[in-house]
């Protein structure tokens, strides 16, 4: 009998249904007879104490219910792995939207009344605002007292701004400089940017007189969630309860406790439940976005183009605090220095304080601040050799086996194979017209792991459930289980039932993040399953009495030669339905690396500056592809991110104050904006996920600015060494040149 096979098809995502027709449940969906509704006061001024905070005006409003301040908590502070934001201003504000006090009220418009009657009086000290500023030995110290903190993934040597001082090495590198016979030197910026999820930030808690609480929210790692209120409060995890809820997009930012522990605060103390949602004026002020960077790149060059040395200076502006990132410093910063054959490597990362929105993760946290210097300095070293850029790049690549620019071994790579395929497919020798230049950049990418567990349930009716604490974040995964059961046990995917656990029904696991789900929940399904398949091989055996060795899986059924029974069938002869985990627990990242290679065309009007991207092609080299349609989309999604990366996004301030404060001075790509896409995925099946699967969510727009960058420069001569490239930065540079 022919087996059916669904891994590798392009299956539309089941969870889609519920999601146009109204069904799917969000944070913000979530709702109780006696709920309140809780409203946040956010700081107007960048830096300064707090002298004095009334809130009688508040409290005799009718309506209101709880008022909580940095008094109710002082001491008390929160962070995914660095404890250093305090729940509400504890005395100090350190940036414009810090919360300083929260109202729970009978309804939104009543907590938002009682906000404008609570008076704060400041004492206003001057912002720190330039991180390169915030490292001089005579800045003040933003955070007096961070020696003290929790998290810190580095020990520090004294009181610093500089709140990550790590580094990476290999070799030595400044003898890689001496033997040098060309050294380029450059510096790189890149802006703020926001995420731009639909779904703003929303989350309902309802505490409970153990002290602990019930929580709503979306976020995509719940159990990181309850253990952090957990560690803030110093309250025993178990007493936390996070419900699972859809997430109404991520890109990153969906991993952050923003508004929980206020909301858990009025809860208690107002003994109902709490409802908080953020408008998108509190997600541009207060929200977690993409760090900016001051990136220095100085790398040491044979006549031959061979690279001899490599330096990665990093400076990340952390905003007010740390606390919005899971491990402390930004994983991608050491992995920029992309796919080549480096003899000697030193990459420093700094992240520092300063007076801005706290930052956190978005898209492949590091990478594209990294990888828009890195790839426009292989550019640039090119043309000071001189030499052809894919020539210079395809001379110094990694092949299978060799060690990273950090020293870790890649058992394979294709960099080469990668970046030939991107070569050929882009016509990137063919005749341009004028102003009309092309750009190359590439990345390689290191699966990062995690731990998990998936459930299988068989019924007397032959029904089948998938349970897991996996949450959705709007990429498929949900799907992907489904078919991986599908597969392995000849069934309709769609008459597959998917559960989503909470944190009392599962086992602890690291939740959604740096393209691991697959890895983690899809080999967990995968071990379930053929444990479940064992089960009814086992049971239905002795109803054909039959080998195990002669028995198949067919048309949802277990088969002989002679006989065939249903799912059901066996599982009532078994007496109880047939339940099975599927744990992973493996935190190892790689050894294979997936690669991409990107090639962007572009036209520039010399007279206005303005970059139009005309062409743009993407070849990865990646594992077995399980599901061509949300693989493609994941590639699509991430270029159109990263276009709006390097040309129109931008968070901008005023004395530390942001200033984009909606989607109409926030400006993401809109359809007009998106080039002609051209993708070509070679699969190889070596990868640590099921299936030998790799991650694909991430990649696609590490590259796509300083393939930009570089193709500007093709087009009119001009290099651009800051984001976003906007016509203003390219015609004044062309008005230099003449």
Not at 187 to 192: E, G, Y
Request: hydrophobic letters at 40%.
């Amino acid at each position: 009998m022919k087996k059916s096979n669904v891994i590798g098809t392009s299956v539309p995502r089941v969870e889609s249904v519920e999601k146009v027709t109204g069904r799917a449940v969000y944070a913000v969906d979530i709702s109780f007879p006696d709920m309140l509704w809780g409203k946040v006061l956010r700081s107007s001024i960048a830096h300064g104490r707090i002298k004095r905070i009334d809130v009688d005006g508040a409290l005799a409003l009718p309506g209101v219910k709880a008022i909580v301040t940095g008094l109710d908590v002082a001491g008390v502070k929160i962070g995914r792995q660095i404890y250093d934001m305090p729940v509400l201003a504890d005395g100090v504000v350190r940036f414009a939207g810090e919360k300083v006090a929260a109202v729970a009220a009978d309804s939104e418009e009543i907590a938002e009344q009682a906000l404008e009657k609570i008076e704060v009086e400041y004492e206003e000290l001057s912002p720190l605002l330039d991180p390169g500023e915030a490292l001089f030995p005579d800045a003040p110290l933003l955070h007096p007292h961070i020696m003290e903190y929790k998290g810190l993934p580095g020990k520090l040597p004294a009181p610093s701004n500089a709140l990550i001082q790590l580094s990476w090495k290999k070799g030595n590198v400044e003898d890689g400089f001496r033997r040098a016979d060309l050294i380029v030197e450059n510096t790189f910026q890149t802006q703020v940017v926001h995420q731009a999820y639909v779904e703003p930030h929303s989350c309902v808690v309802r505490a409970n007189e153990s002290g602990g609480a019930e929580i709503w929210a979306c976020s995509k790692v719940p159990f990181a969630l309850r253990d952090q209120m957990a560690t803030a409060f110093g309250i025993a995890a178990k007493k936390f309860l996070v419900h699972p809820c859809n997430i109404g997009g991520d890109f990153g930012g969906k991993g952050d406790f923003m508004d929980v522990p206020v909301a858990y605060l009025l809860s208690l103390k107002s003994r109902r439940p709490v409802k908080m949602v953020m408008d998108y004026g509190d997600e541009f002020i207060a929200g977690n976005p993409r760090h900016a960077s001051i990136v220095r790149v100085k790398s040491g060059v044979s006549k031959d183009g061979r690279i001899l040395a490599h330096h990665m200076d990093f400076v990340f502006d952390s905003g007010a605090y740390g606390a919005f990132k899971p491990i402390g410093y930004l994983f991608g910063a050491h992995e920029a220095a992309g796919p080549y054959r480096m003899e000697n490597v030193l990459i420093e990362e700094k992240i520092v304080y300063t007076n801005k929105v706290p930052c956190g993760h978005m898209r492949a946290p590091g990478d594209p601040q990294g990888v828009f210097a890195n790839e426009s300095q292989m550019d640039m070293i090119a043309k000071e050799l001189p030499m052809d850029p894919a020539r210079f790049r395809r001379l110094n690549l990694m092949q299978d086996g060799d060690e990273s620019p950090v020293g870790r071994k890649i058992s394979h790579i294709k960099a080469r194979e990668t970046l030939d395929r991107l070569l050929k497919e882009s016509k990137y020798y063919s005749r341009k017209k004028p102003n009309v230049g092309r750009g190359l950049a590439l990345i390689q990418w290191l699966a990062l792991g995690g731990e998990c567990s998936v459930f299988i349930r068989i019924d007397d009716e032959g029904r089948i459930t998938i349970s897991t604490a996996m949450q959705d974040q709007g990429a498929g995964a949900g799907t992907v289980l489904r078919q991986i059961v599908s597969d392995e046990l000849q069934i309709d995917w769609q008459a597959i039932a998917l559960k989503t656990l909470d944190t009392a029904s599962a086992p602890v696991d690291t939740g959604v993040g740096a393209s691991r789900a697959t890895r983690t929940y899809g080999n967990a399904c995968y071990e379930a399953v053929l444990k479940a398949k064992q089960e009814l091989f086992s049971a239905a055996a002795q109803m054909l009495a039959a080998d195990h060795g002669e028995l198949i899986i067919a048309n949802g059924g277990v088969s002989s030669k002679k006989k065939y029974v249903s799912y059901g069938e066996v599982v009532k002869a078994n007496g109880a339905p047939i339940v099975v985990e599927g744990r992973y627990q493996n935190h190892e990242i790689g050894p294979q690396a997936s690669m991409c290679a990107q090639m962007a065309e572009v036209e520039v009007d010399p007279q206005t500056g303005e970059v139009k991207v005309r062409r743009f092609v993407s070849v990865h080299h990646t594992g077995k592809v399980l599901n061509p349609l949300l693989h493609d989309g994941q590639i699509d999604g991430g270029i159109v991110m990263g276009v709006g990366y390097a040309l129109t996004e931008e968070m901008l301030f005023a004395d530390g104050k942001v200033t984009t404060l909606h989607f109409g001075d926030y400006k993401i790509p809109t359809v007009r904006d998106i080039p002609q896409l051209r993708k070509i995925v070679v699969e190889t099946p070596v990868g640590r996920g099921p299936y030998n699967s790799m991650s694909i969510g991430e990649t696609p727009i590490i590259t796509v600015a300083p393939a930009i960058a570089n193709a500007v420069y093709d087009a009119v001569g001009v290099r651009i060494k800051s984001l976003p490239l906007t016509a203003e930065k390219v015609l004044a540079c062309l008005k230099n040149q003449r």
